[in-house]
């Protein structure tokens, strides 16, 4: 039923489950032990759920003799292998706080991390491709080097123990240090932990208990520690498998990073919530290395953000693949233009794929749709809210709830909302209403069935003149000439219309296409002042890890080349 108040919750759901996520893995290891639950391709190693479980068993074991427990904050620096997973059940199993850190952090952004969220154990690798992880952490604690006790420092009070391993070489990493403590050394200590004492942990956790810090994407200033729970994150990974209509049977190609919650829910809980399997293509993603790990493996869903679909389906090698086995996956991380879609849905075999909203604060996903929707709900927006969520559209500037139809921000409230960000109680308040509303700080509109289609960011909207323009609209449209590939489009100060529409446009490979003609392309198909004024072509975008757009670092590499448009804007939080 909806409400004449654009309010929307689903009846009729499935109970929420109540467990913490080491005691329903142990249920899904009981069911399916001779399942493969992960394959790492890189690190050529497969697991089966019971030798996955035994593995687990082994780190929480490690990690409990190492002294850390319950509410602990243990840090992983890494790239996707089958150890990230590993360390994130053992600290579920025994109540520690799993710290995400992105593996494209420096010195500057580690340390940050590292303080705030007060991290006591740090798990990483020793390098990946040019990143030396270790020399970047020798930046931060010369004291590692030295023969003495190196931690915790005055700098890093809180960190006691630093622990290396070596994706690439199972049977343990070359100390680089004096202060390192090996892989092969925390489970050597954990074969002094017995059975009884790790159960015993176990059994002292709460399903409301924290689990997780995840760090925002920061596509604004420095981002915030997210602070999520068993139940959270647990939850929100079962209620989208079932969406996907997810079983034992199915096999997930994982090209979206661990450390961020579309890889550690989406995918890796995902996964294991039903006893699927976990396919790891390559430590960071590779559109080919994705698309060879889909016809060698029979991946039967993929999962990624617009720009990674983008890249599998212009590979020189997309024909030579067989994705036959493909039938469903997630979209999700950034909008997705309607004509991307169709092309996922024919050329990549993706008949089932979802399109899905939601953000880190939310666990991740609120919105997905389905594979009953039809083609015009599946194209123009998100979905509805899962079970046990709930949904509402504000007016943006007296947060009143607005009626069905109108364009306001959009707010969720349910088991899936964060317990807060991690040591900053003003931001919380800030995000998090009085009566338990997050409020996204999306745009977007809800229809009288509770399907929701997102406008843009509140803080990306335009106003030139006094007329409203929503980016996420403009780029749509911009993505149907058949010689564009992918654009963002932003606003520029103006001193006479207040801002601007600016345009950074990338083109398909071989295709040809001028400023002025793309203008005139646009004229007659949407209002005059939605036009760009400015459009520059670009081979690449300022871009998270994750794969979301940096419009901000767009609006400062604009002003570098337009020194007349630099201004600060009044209007931008």
Same mark, same amino acid.
């Given at each position: 039923?909806?409400?004449?108040?654009?309010?929307?919750?689903?009846?009729?759901?499935?109970?929420?489950?109540?467990?913490?996520?080491?005691?329903?893995?142990?249920?899904?290891?009981?069911?399916?032990? !001779?399942?493969?639950?992960?394959?790492?391709?890189?690190?050529?190693?497969?697991?089966?759920?019971?030798?996955?479980?035994?593995?687990?068993?082994?780190?929480?074991?490690?990690?409990?003799?190492?002294?850390?427990?319950?509410?602990?904050?243990?840090?992983?620096?890494?790239?996707?292998?089958?150890?990230?997973?590993?360390?994130?059940?053992?600290?579920?199993?025994?109540?520690?706080?799993?710290?995400?850190?992105?593996?494209?952090?420096?010195?500057?952004?580690?340390?940050?991390?590292?303080?705030?969220?007060?991290?006591?154990?740090?798990?990483?690798?020793?390098?990946?491709?040019?990143?030396?992880?270790?020399?970047?952490?020798?930046?931060?604690?010369?004291?590692?080097?030295?023969?003495?006790?190196?931690? %915790?420092?005055?700098?890093?009070?809180?960190?006691?123990?630093?622990?290396?391993?070596?994706?690439?070489?199972?049977?343990?990493?070359?100390? %680089?240090?004096?202060?390192?403590?090996?892989?092969?050394?925390?489970?050597?200590?954990?074969?002094?932990?017995?059975?009884?004492?790790?159960?015993?942990?176990?059994?002292?956790?709460?399903?409301?208990?924290?689990?997780?810090?995840?760090?925002?994407?920061?596509?604004?200033?420095?981002?915030?520690?997210?602070?999520?729970?068993?139940?959270?994150?647990?939850?929100?990974?079962?209620?989208?498998?079932?969406?996907?209509?997810?079983?034992?049977?199915?096999?997930?190609?994982?090209?979206?990073?661990?450390?961020?919650?579309? !890889?550690?829910?989406?995918?890796?809980?995902?996964?294991?919530?039903?006893?699927?399997?976990?396919?790891?293509?390559?430590?960071?993603?590779?559109?080919?290395?994705?698309?060879?790990?889909?016809?060698?493996?029979?991946?039967?869903?993929?999962? !990624?953000?617009?720009?990674?679909?983008?890249?599998?389906?212009?590979?020189?090698?997309?024909?030579?693949?067989?994705?036959?086995?493909?039938?469903?996956?997630?979209?999700?991380?950034?909008?997705?233009?309607? %004509?991307?879609?169709?092309?996922?849905?024919?050329?990549?075999?993706?008949?089932?794929?979802?399109?899905?909203?939601?953000?880190?604060?939310?666990?991740?996903?609120?919105?997905?749709?389905?594979?009953?929707?039809?083609?015009?709900?599946?194209?123009?927006?998100?979905?509805?809210?899962?079970?046990?969520?709930?949904?509402?559209?504000?007016?943006?500037?007296?947060?009143?709830?607005?009626?069905?139809?109108?364009?306001?921000?959009?707010?969720?409230?349910?088991?899936?909302?964060?317990? +807060?960000?991690?040591?900053?109680?003003?931001?919380?308040?800030?995000?998090?209403?009085?009566?338990?509303?997050?409020?996204?700080?999306?745009?977007?509109?809800?229809?009288?069935?509770?399907?929701?289609?997102?406008? +843009?960011?509140?803080?990306?909207?335009?106003?030139?003149?006094?007329?409203?323009?929503?980016?996420?609209?403009?780029?749509?449209?911009?993505?149907?000439?058949?010689?564009?590939?992918?654009?963002?489009?932003?606003?520029?100060?103006?001193?006479?219309? +207040?801002?601007?529409?600016?345009?950074?446009?990338?083109?398909?490979? !071989?295709?040809?296409?001028?400023?002025?003609?793309?203008?005139?392309?646009?004229?007659?198909?949407?209002?005059?002042?939605?036009?760009?004024?400015?459009?520059?072509?670009?081979?690449?975008?300022?871009?998270?890890?994750?794969?979301?757009?940096?419009?901000?670092?767009?609006?400062?590499?604009?002003?570098?080349?337009?020194?007349?448009?630099?201004?600060?804007?009044?209007?931008?939080?």
């Amino acid at each position: 039923m909806v409400a004449a108040d654009s309010y929307y919750h689903r009846g009729g759901e499935p109970a929420l489950l109540g467990d913490t996520i080491g005691r329903y893995f142990a249920q899904i290891v009981a069911r399916f032990p !001779g399942n493969e639950a992960v394959v790492s391709l890189p690190q050529q190693r497969r697991l089966s759920y019971a030798a996955l479980g035994a593995a687990v068993a082994a780190v929480a074991k490690g990690l409990l003799a190492l002294g850390y427990g319950k509410g602990d904050r243990i840090g992983i620096w890494s790239t996707n292998n089958i150890e990230w997973l590993l360390v994130q059940l053992a600290t579920a199993q025994i109540g520690a706080v799993l710290v995400n850190i992105n593996p494209a952090y420096r010195p500057r952004e580690l340390a940050y991390a590292l303080q705030k969220s007060q991290v006591q154990c740090l798990v990483m690798i020793p390098r990946f491709r040019a990143s030396d992880y270790v020399a970047m952490l020798g930046e931060l604690l010369p004291e590692l080097t030295s023969g003495g006790q190196a931690l %915790p420092t005055p700098t890093f009070p809180d960190l006691r123990r630093v622990i290396l391993y070596d994706p690439q070489d199972a049977s343990g990493s070359v100390r %680089p240090a004096a202060g390192f403590t090996l892989w092969q050394e925390m489970l050597a200590a954990g074969a002094a932990v017995d059975d009884a004492r790790l159960q015993q942990a176990g059994a002292a956790l709460d399903r409301d208990d924290p689990i997780n810090i995840q760090y925002t994407s920061g596509t604004t200033g420095f981002p915030k520690a997210v602070l999520l729970s068993h139940h959270n994150i647990l939850n929100n990974a079962w209620f989208s498998a079932q969406a996907m209509h997810f079983t034992e049977q199915d096999r997930l190609a994982v090209s979206v990073p661990f450390y961020h919650c579309f !890889g550690m829910v989406l995918a890796n809980l995902l996964c294991l919530s039903v006893g699927a399997c976990i396919v790891i293509p390559c430590e960071h993603f590779d559109a080919g290395a994705v698309l060879a790990a889909i016809a060698s493996e029979r991946c039967s869903a993929v999962h !990624g953000v617009p720009t990674m679909f983008i890249a599998m389906l212009e590979h020189p090698r997309f024909g030579a693949c067989d994705l036959r086995s493909l039938r469903t996956g997630i979209m999700a991380g950034a909008p997705c233009p309607p %004509p991307l879609l169709e092309k996922v849905i024919a050329d990549l075999h993706c008949g089932e794929i979802l399109i899905g909203y939601g953000q880190t604060e939310a666990s991740p996903i609120t919105h997905l749709t389905t594979r009953e929707d039809d083609t015009q709900r599946r194209l123009q927006t998100v979905g509805r809210n899962l079970p046990h969520q709930e949904v509402k559209i504000v007016d943006i500037a007296s947060a009143a709830t607005v009626p069905l139809g109108v364009t306001g921000e959009v707010c969720f409230r349910g088991y899936h909302v964060m317990r +807060g960000y991690y040591g900053d109680a003003a931001a919380t308040a800030r995000a998090l209403d009085a009566a338990g509303w997050l409020h996204s700080g999306d745009l977007g509109v809800m229809d009288a069935e509770g399907y929701v289609r997102i406008t +843009g960011r509140l803080k990306d909207m335009i106003i030139r003149g006094g007329e409203n323009i929503y980016p996420r609209e403009i780029e749509d449209f911009l993505f149907t000439h058949p010689a564009v590939a992918a654009v963002a489009v932003f606003g520029v100060p103006d001193d006479f219309f +207040g801002e601007e529409v600016a345009a950074w446009v990338q083109l398909h490979a !071989g295709a040809a296409l001028t400023a002025a003609e793309l203008r005139v392309w646009c004229q007659g198909r949407i209002a005059h002042f939605k036009i760009p004024k400015y459009i520059e072509f670009v081979n690449e975008f300022p871009m998270t890890v994750t794969g979301k757009l940096q419009k901000y670092r767009m609006q400062e590499l604009f002003a570098q080349q337009h020194p007349q448009t630099k201004r600060q804007y009044s209007k931008k939080g």
